[in-house]
């Protein structure tokens, strides 16, 4: 079974999001479907082990909202790198509460939906939840981020829980000058690739590991330069 | 409720296929997701009243052909607008069968996946089938087919009984020059546009719908041009 097979599935980039009681959380998912039109019901599998499964289950309720391809790493790496047992994500974000009392989150957006779950299938580590669309919205025009987008152009990792990881083989490739060494955020996967820099926060491509600024960081998951390991 | 929010939502394009006693069968579906990856599982949503909604139910297995970006609107219009119980799908078509003994579509495929069906849901129109893959292999490189490509690019449409179709507002646009009238296929939906003619079939831009060809056929499902209706 050549697992790579499972890499050529597409699929969109979503903030997933819930409540239990007093606390807000979303994340990450990329296996947001629309299941019917008669009445319009969404699906998305989730993992056991997050905090917004829990919601989700809590609350019966769920929001999506789906990101533009211009949406910040920032944004997905709080999102989708980081706990919200740990943090408030929705500090400091443009979000609105909706009519199942469920968070949105609204920035960098293009639209959202809010549903009622209906069914639901238990699978060994993810839950598929099926929810009844009873609210949705288009925010604003443009191109929704695709998860090859994320990979391909935005550098961008899969996280171990996600639905769709799959494991790496290890690489074993030919030995590089020091200046050219790739660097691998140990928080949430994110490779530093010099021959790419990061534009983005003022690195151009050409630029050294070693010479970035000291309080550079992730720009996924914000960890600081110690957190990397070379590749 | 703004039902466009759920045209934002991306997926990717496939071939469903299964079979049932003698019987092969196969299908256009966008919803195939991967669910976990221990076990490595997908999931798809199939319509009920399709014949491949029968194959799976009988014979309990499925397999996946993920389409390259390059696939023939033909192929899609035999797997998407065509039915199983009408024509054999899989005549002068390049195929095997696998493991599970599904049929296996390898034309204009970069991958495909076997599947057996470990759990599935219910819904009002769909079921959402969830398989553990039992075989996975990469059949070429190349750039997997989108639906947005499909529908963006390649002009496509969605049928009737997609897991995604949206029934479309009726449009009361200006009126247009004779020259410049769009035509819509009643069998599988295609728009002829004169704006960017059928440069697969060597139709030029700029092409009225009434200077084509007698013999000229629709590019997906194949209808003669009585079939088609002035939008």
Known sequence: MDKNALRTLSYGLYIVSS??????????ANTVIQTTSKPYTI??????ENLTHECMTASGVFSVSVLSID????????????????????????????VTKAPIVLEDSLACLE??????????????FVGEVVEAE???????????????VKGGKTPQKAASFIEEAVKAGPKKEKSMFRYVCSICGYTYDPATGDPGNGVPPG??????????ACPICGASKDKFDRE
Chains 1, 2 share one sequence.
Request: glycine share 8%.
């Open 19 to 28: 409540f239990k009681g007093d606390k807000m959380n979303g994340q990450i």
């Open 71 to 98: 949406a910040a790493m920032k944004l997905i790496g709080t999102f989708g790198f980081k706990c919200g047992r740990d943090i408030d994500k929705f500090a400091d974000l443009k979000y609105k509460i909706g």
């Open 138 to 152: 288009v925010l604003a025009k443009g191109e929704p981020m695709t998860y090859a987008y994320y990979h391909n």
């Open 43 to 48: 699906a998305v599998a989730i993992n056991k």
């Open 115 to 128: 549903a009622k779950i209906i069914d639901k299938i238990d699978l060994s580590t993810h839950t598929i």
């Open 207 to 216: 630029t050294p590991f070693e010479d970035l600024p000291a309080d550079w």
